[in-house]
Structure formats: C-alpha cells, structure tokens
T-cell receptor
Framework: DSGVTQTPKHLITATGQRVTLRCSPR?????VYWYQQSLDQGLQFLIQ???????AKGNILERFSAQQFPDLHSELNLSSLELGDSALYFC????????????????FGAGSRLTVL | GESVGLHLPTLSVQEGDNSIINCAYS??????FIWYKQESGKGPQFIID?????DKRQGQRVTVLLNKTVKHLSLQIAATQPGDSAVYFC???????????FGTGTRLQVTL
C-alpha cells in the first residue's frame, strides 16, 4: 500500500456522462498530481495542486477539471465523456512543490480504471 | 493500475542475467531523471533517481547512467529476478515547469 488512496478502482459509464474520481494523498503530502495512462500515450500529466491551489497544468482537456480540498484530498471531474477517455487515471502525491529532491518523490496510487462505452 | 495492454517495447531476460533498459529524453533543461517500476495492478513505484549534474548513481541491485551528450538514460538491474517483471518508465523533472514527464515505458519479462 503506497498510502495514496484512489476511488473508485473501476468505473464503467456511457458516452456523454460525467464522473468524479477521488484521491486521498499520503499523510503529510501537500501536492497532488493527476496522470492519465492510455494504451497509445503512456502516462500523461494532467494537473497538479499544492495545498489547495493549482500549480501546474499539463494536457488536460477543457471537459476535465480538478480541485484540491482543505483536507488535501483531490477530485478529478471528467464530463461529456468520450470513448477516447477510457484510460487509467492515477493520482500521485508528494511533500512539496516547485522543485525536485529526494524528499519530493511522487508516490502513486493504484489508479482508477475508467471505461466509457 | 494495470499496465497490461500498453503497446510497449519488450525486453526479455533470463533470470540471473543483468538487464539494461534504455530511455531517450528530450529536454536538456531537465533537472532530475527518475526511474519508475509499474507492476500489474499497481501504480508506478519509485526505483531510483539521478540529478542532472551526475552521470551515475547506484542503488540496491540497480544502477542508473546518464549521458547528457546524447540525452540518454539507462537503468541496469543486476541478477534479474522474476519479481523484476514489470513495465519500467523513465521520467524527467523540469523545475521551471514543476512537473514530471514520463517516457513511453519498456516491459521487462524475466524468463526462468
């Protein structure tokens, strides 16, 4: 167990629907990162939050949004779902932000597998 | 967190042999390079990292080599074991962008 908790583990839904993926970071970690892992594109960075504020943005679609709450858990909202959104969505957490050090290693959760039919 | 099904290059190695997994990176401004291991059903797990001003770093049974001239990174696993079977990703961290960018990954299969 990495200490990063993601729910749900599996989710099947239909095109056009909206889903919310949830992440609880490791205790003491202030940064949360979201990644998408699909068959043809590997791990793609979506977005990062630090202590409730957005810090970095990657290839996140406008149909997707995220937030980090005061208790530091984060939610990734995916709306108007398309078949191509089917993927594994990973959350990772780290202690800090803005720089990398041995103490700022990203710890990943087990992921949420989204299937859009 | 399965990575099964990803269209990845595969390295097949016999148990007990050494494995070398290679990675080419693109950003010469990256500050750190990290190797992650992803086993079936799990998310990526940190293995080892190396700062951009170093060319070699050793861990337990693993060594990472960095060649900045040709933008190449490699992970060497000594005495490969069945438990090493997984997908291995290299990642680069750029401080200015404050994000981790992953490579495409290599699947390591350990045969008995």
């Amino acid at each position: 167990d990495s200490g990063v908790t993601q729910t749900p583990k599996h989710l099947i839904t239909a095109t056009g629907q909206r889903v919310t993926l949830r992440c609880s970071p490791r205790s003491g970690d202030l940064s949360v990162y979201w990644y998408q892992q699909s068959l043809d594109q590997g791990l793609q960075f979506l977005i990062q939050y630090y202590n409730g504020e957005e810090r970095a943005k990657g290839n996140i679609l406008e149909r997707f949004s995220a937030q980090q709450f005061p208790d530091l858990h984060s939610e990734l909202n995916l709306s108007s779902l398309e078949l191509g959104d089917s993927a594994l969505y990973f959350c990772a957490s780290s202690v800090a932000t803005g720089g990398y050090s041995g103490a700022n290693v990203l710890t990943f959760g087990a992921g949420s597998r989204l299937t859009v039919l | 967190g399965e990575s099964v099904g990803l269209h990845l290059p595969t390295l097949s190695v016999q148990e007990g042999d050494n494995s070398i997994i290679n990675c080419a990176y693109s950003n010469s401004a990256s500050d750190y390079f990290i190797w992650y291991k992803q086993e079936s059903g799990k998310g990526p797990q940190f293995i080892i990292d190396i700062r951009s001003n170093m060319d070699k770093r050793q861990g337990q049974r693993v060594t990472v080599l960095l060649n900045k001239t040709v933008k190449h990174l490699s992970l060497q696993i000594a005495a490969t074991q069945p438990g090493d079977s997984a997908v291995y990703f290299c990642a680069e961290f750029t401080g200015t962008a404050s994000k981790l960018t992953f490579g495409t990954g290599t699947r390591l299969q350990v045969t008995l």
